[in-house]
């Protein structure tokens, strides 16, 4: 009886227990796991290549690549490309908090850059909602680049509206 009531849970439902070898924990071990989180491991058949990243993560591993995202690189070359042309950038953003962070962050990477010609557009959020018409989107004095800094503003109002 006892063993029945080991292997199941308070609802009657088995345990499976994990399987593994010692061979499979030494290799852990010797990847750089110690004595106590190797069994761990071991039952999540972890390879030992894995562990050290696994024990210390960089959140640069973690992360996507950028160069993933539809023409990305072509947009930090145009971002660059103004920078060291000392052009002027408008960047468009929201009211919400990744629209907010990501327009205080470009902005900031612009500074630390030397590039003070630019400005920071955040609608009214009473007054102008996200801000997608031709008047939000043309800033009040001539830019070369408007980066817009949020997923959730569409780009074909900037594409069609402000380009004439």
């Known amino acids: 009886m006892k063993d029945i009531m080991k292997h199941r849970s308070l609802r009657n439902r088995v ?46 591993d973690l992360l996507p690549n950028p160069s993933f995202f539809l023409d990305m690189d072509r947009a930090a070359d145009r971002l660059v490309e103004a920078i060291v042309k000392g052009q002027s950038i408008t960047i468009w953003s ?15 990477l612009l500074r630390d850059c030397g590039h003070s010609d630019y400005d920071i557009y955040i609608p009214n959020r009473i007054t102008e909602a996200m801000a997608q018409t031709p008047r939000a989107c043309l800033p009040s004095r001539s830019v070369a ?12 109002p900037l594409n069609t509206e402000c380009r004439r």
């Open 94 to 108: 929201d009211y919400d908090v990744d629209g907010a962070t990501s327009a205080a962050t470009l902005g900031r």
């Open 15 to 60: 345990w499976a227990e994990p399987e593994f070898t010692n061979m499979e924990v030494d290799a852990l071990i010797a990847g750089g796991a110690n004595a106590l989180t190797a069994p761990v491991l071991a039952a999540r058949k972890m390879a030992p290549t894995s562990v050290a990243s696994f024990l210390s993560p960089k959140l640069r």
């Open 145 to 156: 680049l408007i980066w817009s800094a949020s997923w959730m503003l569409a780009p074909w």
